[in-house]
C-alpha cells in the first residue's frame, strides 16, 4: 500500500508496477491533486468528495434523449432558474445542438465543458463557476474550475457547412443574455488539450460571444493557432478582474503557475489578478468590440495575429482600465494577412 504526499497541486501519471517471480504487469493511472485544506477552506470545495454533486463524474450528451435527462437533472435555486453541479466534464457530442438558457452549473475543481467537432452548446443568461459558489456570494473559497474547450478542425473552413446540421463542422459556442462564466484556470480555450499541451490539430473551433461577462479567471479566451480566416466575435463583454482564488496565481507562493504540473494554466504575477483577458495565437480576422477590460497583466495578447479590436463607428470601441498592458501584439509575418486593426480603444489608468 504505497502512499505519497504531492508538494504541488496538479494532475500526476501515476504507474504500478507489480512483480511476482519472472512476471510484471503494470497499472497507469492519472493523479488530479487539489490543494490541501491548509490552503483552502476545509468547509468549502477543495475536496473531490464534495457532497453536493448532481453528477458525481462526467456527463456524455449525445441525442435528445441525454439531453432531456440532463435538464431534469436541475434542481430550483434561487439566483437562476435551476442548478445543477457536475463533478468531472460535461461533453457535447455527436453533433448535437444543446441550449441551455437561466441554468447555473458548478464544476468540481477538475470540471470542465467539452464542446467536441461539429458540436454547438448556447448559454442563454448562464451562470457557470466552481461548486460551493453563488452568483450572490460568487467566492467563499479560493477553488477554481478548469473552463470551456471547443474543440475544432484545423484543415477546415469555418463556413463549410456539414450537409448533417446545416452548421459548421467546427465546435461552436455561443453565449448571450448575461451569461456569468467565473473562477476558470482557462474560461473559453478555443482549441483542444492533449493531457497539458495544446493540440493543433483541434483548432478551429467557432466563439460568438456576446453580451456576457467573464470575471476572476486566469485566463479569459485562448485562440490556437487556426490558418484559415477565423468568423469567431466577442461583443459587448464585460472582462472584471479581482483576481483569480488559486494562489499558485501570486508570486513568490509556495507553488506558483504555469508549472511541470501545470502547464496551460496562467502567469503568477505580484497582483494575484487575471494574466490575459484575451490570447490569440497564429489565428486571423477574430472581431473584438464594445467590450470592457478591467484590472489585469494584459488585456490582449495577439502573436503572430490579424485582429480587429474596436471599429470605425462609434460604440464598437474597447475600454481598458487598470492594465500593466493594454495590448500588446507581436507578429513574425510581414505578409498584410498578419495586419492587426486597432480603432478607437480607450486605455486609462494603467498599472
Known amino acids: 500500500n504505497p502512499q505519497h504526499i504531492y508538494s504541488q497541486p496538479g494532475q500526476y501519471v501515476v504507474t504500478l508496477i507489480g512483480n511476482s517471480g519472472n512476471c510484471s504487469t503494470t497499472y497507469t493511472v492519472v493523479v488530479s491533486v487539489t490543494p ?67 441554468k447555473q452549473l458548478g464544476f468540481g475543481p477538475w470540471g470542465k465543458i467539452i464542446i467536441s467537432t461539429g458540436a454547438e452548446l448556447i448559454l442563454d443568461n448562464c451562470l457557470l463557476l466552481p461548486v460551493g459558489s453563488t452568483h450572490d456570494q460568487p467566492k467563499p473559497c479560493p477553488v477554481m474550475w478548469q473552463g470551456i474547450e471547443i474543440w475544432g478542425m484545423s484543415g477546415v473552413s469555418q463556413i463549410i457547412s456539414d450537409p448533417q446540421t446545416g452548421r459548421s463542422y467546427q465546435g461552436k459556442l455561443i453565449t448571450r443574455n448575461g451569461t456569468i462564466i467565473r473562477d476558470a484556470h482557462n474560461a473559453i480555450v478555443v482549441g483542444q488539450w492533449t493531457g497539458q499541451v495544446f493540440n493543433t490539430i483541434g483548432s478551429g473551433g467557432i466563439l460568438d460571444a456576446s453580451s456576457s461577462d467573464i470575471i476572476n479567471c486566469a485566463y479569459g479566451i485562448r485562440f490556437i493557432s487556426y490558418a484559415p480566416l477565423n468568423i469567431s466575435k466577442i461583443i459587448g463583454c464585460d472582462f472584471l478582474g479581482g483576481g483569480p482564488g488559486d494562489p499558485g496565481y501570486l508570486t513568490g507562493n509556495s507553488y506558483t503557475y504555469p508549472n511541470p504540473y501545470n502547464k496551460n494554466y496562467a502567469h503568477a504575477n505580484n497582483l494575484q489578478r487575471t494574466y490575459a483577458y484575451i490570447q490569440a495565437i497564429g489565428v486571423r480576422n477574430i472581431r473584438i468590440e464594445s467590450n470592457t477590460f478591467n484590472n489585469a497583466e494584459y488585456g490582449i495578447i495577439g502573436i503572430n495575429s490579424s485582429l480587429r479590436v474596436g471599429g470605425a463607428v462609434l460604440g464598437q470601441e474597447n475600454v481598458f482600465t487598470n492594465c500593466t498592458n493594454g495590448e500588446t501584439h507581436g507578429n513574425f509575418f510581414s505578409s498584410p494577412f498578419f495586419v492587426n486593426r486597432i480603432v478607437r480603444n480607450t486605455y486609462t489608468q494603467t498599472l
Open 36 to 102: 490541501s485544506t491548509s490552503t483552502y477552506n476545509p468547509n468549502c470545495c477543495s475536496s473531490l468528495e464534495f457532497p453536493f454533486y448532481t453528477h458525481n463524474g462526467s456527463v456524455h450528451l449525445q441525442n435528445a434523449t441525454d439531453v432531456s435527462n440532463f435538464l431534469s437533472s436541475f434542481a430550483s435555486t434561487s439566483s437562476f432558474s435551476s442548478l445543477a453541479t457536475i463533478k468531472d466534464t460535461l461533453f457535447i457530442e455527436n453533433k448535437l445542438s444543446v441550449n441551455l438558457t437561466n
